[in-house]
């Protein structure tokens, strides 16, 4: 019988995700290393699933942030150089695009934040209720609570760099 419950849930896990504003890919990356969630955040915005995309790339820079602030020794030009990196050629068309309609960023990351603290992730379940963490969430919702009052002001600067609003 409790074999059966877990199936049914595992079955369940993506329509659930799907109906607290994620994509079904936010449950198939869990306990994977965040830049999975960058490599699919990418494939996602190419194919044209650009909601979805820059929610996954939140959500896995949400875990990358943790996973790095948990960890302040680290060598720099190991896996805080490929965060930049990624963050850079992964985020820039996906926050290009995003930040054209500054309702829907706001939106989206408060599902990203709603998502993340409804489903802790395994693989960073160590650092999850760390203060390092708690404070790159607090970082986050910073960005997300500052987007209603900056709203005009995000469209000014886009129109000023040739950016599209929507």
Not at 15 to 38: D, I, N
Not at 50 to 58: G, H, P, S
Not at 115 to 120: G, L, V
Request: proline share 8%; aromatic share 8%.
């Amino acid at each position: 019988m409790r074999a059966g419950l877990l199936a049914a849930a595992l079955a369940l896990a993506p329509l659930m995700a799907q109906a607290q504003g994620a994509p079904p890919e936010a449950t198939q990356l869990q306990g994977q290393y965040p830049s999975s969630y960058y490599k699919t955040a990418s494939q996602l915005f190419s194919q044209g699933r650009k909601e979805d995309a820059v929610f996954l790339f939140y959500l896995g820079q949400l875990h990358w942030r943790c996973l790095l602030a948990a960890d302040p020794g680290i060598d720099p030009t190991g896996d805080p150089a490929l965060f930049g990196s990624l963050s850079e050629v992964v985020g820039r068309p996906l926050n290009e695009w995003a930040f054209g309609d500054p309702d829907m960023m706001h939106r989206l990351l408060g599902e990203v934040l709603s998502y993340d603290a409804a489903h802790p992730d395994p693989y960073r379940m160590t650092h999850a209720d760390s203060p390092e963490c708690a404070q790159v969430r607090r970082g986050l919702e910073g960005l997300r609570d500052g987007i209603p009052a900056q709203a005009e002001a995000i469209r000014r600067e886009r129109t000023r760099n040739g950016l599209p609003n929507r």
